[in-house]
């Protein structure tokens, strides 16, 4: 057999994930929960692929990234919030509780939900990532600012 074709028969890799949830999009299914179920994946990931590429617009979950902007006030809290450590986690709920009280003084109650809603999926991110004491700076602002 000739080397040169053996080679190149053993090289071919199989479609990645990313490959495959792109190349069935592009064919036409665009079923998000189609697509995650025959790729295996989770849905957040198959329209963070999607979107990514330029496909889908206006998908928001838990892991979307913030070069996505949700809506006007998500702007403000772009590439500010983190979980890394406590320090993190503690300047990142700082911010949020200044934004809260700046939209509690001009009635802005979409603006105080959408601080909610960050500091909520910070609480998440960091606690399924495995950062319980990161999380739990999330939580008690969050039990706080919900009982005010």
Partial sequence: MNLTI??????????????????????????LQEISDR?????????????????????????NEDDHPMNAYSEH???????????TALASVRLLHE???EFEALLDRAGQHHVL???????????WSGKVSEAQVFK?????????
Wanted: aromatic share 12%; no cysteine.
């Fill in 6 to 31: 053996e080679r190149r028969r053993t090289s071919r890799r199989a479609p990645t994930k990313k490959e495959t949830i792109l190349s069935l999009y592009s064919e036409g299914l665009h079923d």
């Fill in 39 to 63: 790729t295996y994946s989770k849905v957040s990931y198959v329209a963070s692929v999607l979107q990514s590429a330029g496909l889908i617009q206006g998908y928001y979950d838990l892991y």
């Fill in 77 to 87: 809290f772009r590439k500010r919030l983190g979980y890394r450590d406590i320090a």
């Fill in 99 to 101: 934004a809260y009280l």
């Fill in 117 to 127: 809603t960050l500091a909520m999926k910070m609480y998440n991110r960091a606690r």
């Fill in 140 to 148: 008690r602002w969050l039990v706080k600012a919900l009982d005010h």
